[in-house]
């Protein structure tokens, strides 16, 4: 069964304090991976997608990366305006259609 | 702002009844998707129309339907109301139809079911 698993659920650090959030799937093939930001009482915001393993993409503090069977998302000295829930989506091949699954995301809360 | 509109942002009703979520994409994209997010399911996909027509389906119950008019907006209907219908309804827009596009969330639809 497909399934997206993303760890930690929750994840508490102080400003300045670098880590990372976990990602990983198994899905019967993968055609992207994405990863969105969730602001409580908003909807998700799209921040990056990666295709294959070894691909990263950077935007601010965020850096985004693929293996074959997870995606980590480094956040580098984090603002207090970075606490949000962090999504993790796969888009996998179906039995007919293509098919979107999303992991139920890390809670992240930067400390000031 | 993601330029995504959702009416109406809170909407309570009963068991076994019926409601309609509207949702107008941004300007310019064709593509309208409906997801429903739950605290213990996580976002799931529902369904997806492109241009009027519907693309892809997801784990949409029977009792839901929706549709995308010629103006581009769309509308999801819920009807025979569960209490474990009772979730945030989010739309998303992009401007093809592809997985791989940037898809642009609406604030959503919170539905409670009393």
């Known amino acids: 069964e497909d399934q997206v698993t993303q760890s930690p659920e929750a994840l508490r650090l102080q400003e300045g304090e670098s880590s990372s959030l976990n990602c990983s799937y198994t899905v019967s093939g993968l055609r992207g991976l994405f990863w969105y930001r969730q602001d409580p009482g908003k909807g998700p915001e799209f921040l990056f997608t990666l295709y294959s393993a070894g691909e990263e993409k950077e935007k601010e503090r965020l850096k985004a990366t693929l293996t074959k069977k997870e995606s980590f998302l480094h956040i580098t000295a984090p603002k207090p305006e970075d606490s949000a829930t962090y999504l993790c989506a796969v888009q996998a091949r179906g039995r007919r259609d293509d098919k979107i699954i999303f992991g139920k995301g890390t809670r992240l809360h930067i400390l000031p | 702002d993601s330029g995504v509109t959702q009416t109406p942002k809170h909407l309570i009703t009963a068991t076994g009844q019926r409601v309609t979520l509207r949702c107008s994409p941004r300007?310019?994209?064709?593509?309208v998707y409906w997801y429903q997010q739950s605290l213990d399911q996580g976002l799931q996909f529902l369904i997806q129309?492109?241009?009027?027509?519907?693309?892809a389906k997801g784990n949409i119950l029977e009792r839901f339907s929706a549709q995308q008019f010629p103006d581009l907006h769309s509308e999801l209907n819920l009807s025979s109301l569960e209490l474990g219908d009772s979730a945030l309804y989010f739309c998303?827009?992009?401007?093809?139809?592809?997985?791989?596009?940037?898809?642009?969330f609406g604030d959503g639809t919170r539905l409670s079911i009393l």
């Open positions: 129309y492109y241009n009027g027509e519907e693309r």
């Open positions: 998303a827009s992009s401007v093809t139809p592809g997985w791989d596009q940037p898809q642009h």
């Open positions: 300007s310019g994209d064709l593509s």
